[in-house]
DNA sequence: AGTTGTAGTCGATACGCTTCAACGATACGT
DNA sequence: ACGTATCGTTGAAGCGTATCGACTACAACT
């Protein structure tokens, strides 16, 4: 392996010249910088990762810390675990991978050894263990997910709240007077995951405010009890109900119970999905959606921690950003025919 | 941070000791080693990782090649990535993540930068274009997939053509004469991607070896077509159908088509899944159920690398390692009704 | 003319660790 | 008693980079 020794004896310079053509933080003359640039096509050199980090403190790694729980769908991991990856490259970092199961002690670790110089703590709950260690860790962090307390923590996710909200506005402004929640996983209802409170919360309050009765049925992937709530709601709302779900399976479900039950979606009926979209989601023609954009979340929280981590000042107040959701109609909204993106403020 | 020549000064020694504490690469009595131990303890003391690669040439780092391609299935990948990354935490290491969509490149740069001690590459293609470069790269790297040739190459993988063979074995051993394999998706029969080609080559082997006649049926959601298939099916095997399929939803909807058709699997037909097993596939009571086990071949395959990443000799023939695939009995196949797990030799 | 400033380069040092050669001390064999 | 291994420890020499201070040359001001 070359070094930046070779570089300089290659392009006749001192070893600290070729340092600074890298870095650029000394002006270098035209000419000299072009014979460097030479010398190190030529010989492919590559600064030593460990080197350039034992020397300038900064190892250009960010740590990316993952749940392993099987509570949460793994391909949903994947993808933020993916774009923030990606992200980082277009940012000149790399992504150290930590997974949750070495607990506290994996992020005093990665610091320790400072193998990074900064940190995404993935599946943040509402009462987070890693709080307390976070906040004496003395690198930059970023939460994907808000915890009951964020003062002076980095926060992002998707706004579920506003997801909620906007579920009910469309409701409303499609003239339904009732509508049920059905599909959250009845473990995350109330539990330290709070991102289905946070949806719920925002539904209720917006339901109170426009006037729309909501109910609120846990997961199932029984037919049965679909229907049976289905008629309910088609009774309480004089034959135009309305569906909020973040389930696959019963958003495939729904328009077939509903045509068989001589409803069209979209005219007579409303069916809102919510969450990640996957590519099976997108085919349910008869579905209004509203993507998390959890890319965009990830993207987001990359750029965060760059920032961050640049800053010279320690990090000040600390941050709290949430990602309005993506709203697509998609003739799944009575009233909106028009299958046209559309973003949401 | 302390650095080891604080944890000399407090414990009394020099900084040498402290190292050959840390890395047991030399003797220490039992009175100083407990005294640096101590030591380290109490100023928290962790090795600085630059540092540390920078002098002894080597970053404890593998790096984990992922695929971003969205012809795999995210879940499945985060299952490797999961399991490696743990893997390696057992053996001391950590897992730098590389995305695919740098290429080459990527390759080139994590091992010219010495970021890592060696690769994992995931989603090997047959022809994989990584592998010439792979061939000059100067660390060790381990291929989960089977590219055509693999000769100097280190590779693993779950036994695809095995799972083919036992699945026919399956069949024929319940009495069938007729089957079917359905659920393949299509782009991936003949494609780069050769697992499927793998498994449909050990089933039809063993199919003519066995005297069953074998059917083979792209993927379709499409409930229809599904039926058009039993149908057919079961008209050419007098009423005792087989079937195969890597799709969970195929999987869910066959048993009610056969008992609407007043078939029992278990009994007069069989149902047979094939892949990695997720959570809804473990609900499905009448389905027997190989396993392709990928968290077995991460293990593997990390055990693998750690062992080439030790050997002094650089690597000599190659490897290729493949996992047999785990068959568990449970009431799917006809003639089996005892729902106990039972490995594949 | 002298002063000040700036662009461009170099030499030397520090970063925190591993590792080698070398040393004293202790045990062993004859 | 002597040489000869072995154990336990040390000091010093790197590993390859970033960065600071210093130096030169030359332009731009007084």
């Known amino acids: 392996m070359p070094t930046s020794k070779d570089v300089a004896a290659l392009a006749g310079v001192s070893q600290s010249t070729v340092s600074y053509v890298m870095t650029g933080k000394r002006p270098i003359s035209e000419k000299t910088r072009l014979r460097v640039e030479a010398a190190i096509e030529q010989l492919t050199y590559r600064p030593n990762a460990g080197a350039r980090a034992l020397a300038s403190r900064k190892s250009q790694v960010i740590g990316l810390v993952i749940p392993i729980t099987p509570e949460v769908h793994l391909g949903s991991i994947m993808e933020f675990v993916a774009v923030i990856a990606a992200t980082a490259r277009r940012f000149d970092h790399d992504v150290l991978l930590v997974t949750d199961q070495e607990g506290n002690q994996g992020l005093e670790r990665v610091v320790g050894q400072q193998l990074c110089d900064g940190l995404i ?3 943040v709950q509402a009462d987070d ?7 004496k860790l003395g690198v930059p962090v970023v939460f994907i997910g808000i915890p009951n307390d964020s003062t002076g923590l980095n926060c992002i996710d998707a706004d579920f709240a506003r997801a909620g909200e ?23 209802v109330g539990s330290r995951l709070n991102y289905v409170d946070r949806f719920l919360g925002g539904a209720n309050a917006a339901a109170e405010r426009l006037g729309v009765s909501l109910e609120h049925l846990p997961a199932t992937s029984d037919r049965r009890s679909i229907e049976a709530a289905v008629d309910s709601c088609i009774a309480a709302s004089q034959g135009m109900p309305a569906f909020v779900s973040p389930d696959v399976t019963v958003l495939e479900l729904l328009p077939r119970i509903l045509h068989e039950k001589g409803l069209e979606p979209g005219r007579d009926a409303s069916v809102i999905g919510v969450g990640p979209v996957p590519d099976t989601m997108l085919a349910l023609e008869e579905t209004t959606i509203l993507d998390i954009q959890p890319s965009l979340v990830s993207q987001h929280a990359v750029e965060l921690l760059l920032r961050l981590m640049t800053a010279d000042h320690p990090d000040a107040g600390g941050t709290l ?3 309005p959701p993506l709203v697509t109609h998609r003739h799944g909204t009575a009233g909106h025919s028009v299958p046209a993106p559309q973003s949401a403020s």
């Open 121 to 123: 703590l993935m599946q």
């Open 129 to 135: 263990e890693r709080i307390p260690v976070v906040r």
């Open 166 to 188: 906007l579920c009910v506005e469309e409701m409303a402004g499609a003239g339904h007077t009732n509508g049920v929640i059905i599909g959250w996983r009845p473990r995350l």
């Open 321 to 323: 950003e949430l990602i």
